[in-house]
T-cell receptor, first 116, second 112 residues
Framework: GAGVSQSPSNKVTEKGKDVELRCDPI?????LYWYRQRLGQGLEFLIY????????KSGLPSDRFSAERTGESVSTLTIQRTQQEDSAVYLC??????????????FGSGTRLTVV | QKEVEQDPGPLSVPEGAIVSLNCTYS??????FMWYRQYSRKGPELLMY????GNKEDGRFTAQVDKSSKYISLFIRDSQPSDSATYLC????????????FGAGTILRVKS
């Protein structure tokens, strides 16, 4: 596809359940990011993948959060034992460029997660 | 205190008005400054990029950075209804831009 694809677009889950969010980046984009956007708050960095390097997990808020990426393609973000404070829009982004401050990322439309 | 402060609005202006959007930040180590635009139910898209202090103009948009005051601005001239969106400022310590720090976003509504 032409853009970053995320699925599902919406997810409602019960507190305590596990959820898995999927991101298909643009083909050829070596860098992939996950950000979280809570209502009324800015985007929060979660995790960053670059090629075959070890991911930068410094933004993951707790050990309930984990993410994987297969090579330079699909990534999944898993949240275990979901809590109500996990309710947010989870945004995936990818980038072709090294100079990502200047050229930016391409974001997907996000997965809106609601924990009830 | 948040690293980046941004008034959430909403800011409502008539078509054709000049719009001023602002962010303040606390960490003087930020060197790279960006504005992203986010339409409803969409991901953000990069609008403007500025390195260090100074001004940058692109069409109807002007970005300003004042590092001495830790203050950045985005001006939109001749605002259009299609400019209605949430505007997020973002900052980075590195040109690699791997961990952007975002403001909360300002909701802008341009009325025709």
């Amino acid at each position: 596809g032409a853009g970053v694809s995320q699925s599902p677009s919406n997810k409602v889950t019960e507190k305590g359940k596990d959820v898995e969010l999927r991101c298909d980046p643009i083909s050829g984009h070596t860098a992939l990011y996950w950000y979280r956007q809570r209502l009324g708050q800015g985007l929060e960095f979660l995790i960053y993948f670059q090629g075959n390097s070890a991911p930068d997990k410094s933004g993951l808020p707790s050990d309930r959060f984990s993410a994987e990426r297969t090579g330079e393609s699909v990534s999944t973000l898993t949240i275990q034992r979901t809590q109500q404070e996990d309710s947010a829009v989870y945004l995936c982004a990818s980038s072709l460029y090294r100079d990502r401050a200047r050229y930016g990322y391409t974001f997907g439309s996000g997965t809106r997660l609601t924990v009830v | 205190q948040k690293e980046v402060e941004q008034d959430p609005g909403p800011l409502s202006v008539p078509e054709g008005a000049i719009v001023s959007l602002n962010c303040t930040y606390s960490n003087s180590a930020f060197q790279y400054f960006m504005w992203y635009r986010q339409y409803s139910r969409k991901g953000p898209e990069l609008l403007m990029y500025t390195y260090s202090s100074g001004n940058k103009e692109d069409g109807r948009f002007t970005a300003q950075v004042d590092k001495s005051s830790k203050y950045i601005s985005l001006f939109i001239r001749d605002s259009q209804p299609s400019d209605s969106a949430t505007y997020l400022c973002a900052m980075s310590f590195s040109w690699r831009g791997n961990k952007l720090v975002f403001g909360a976003g300002t909701i802008l509504r341009v009325k025709s």
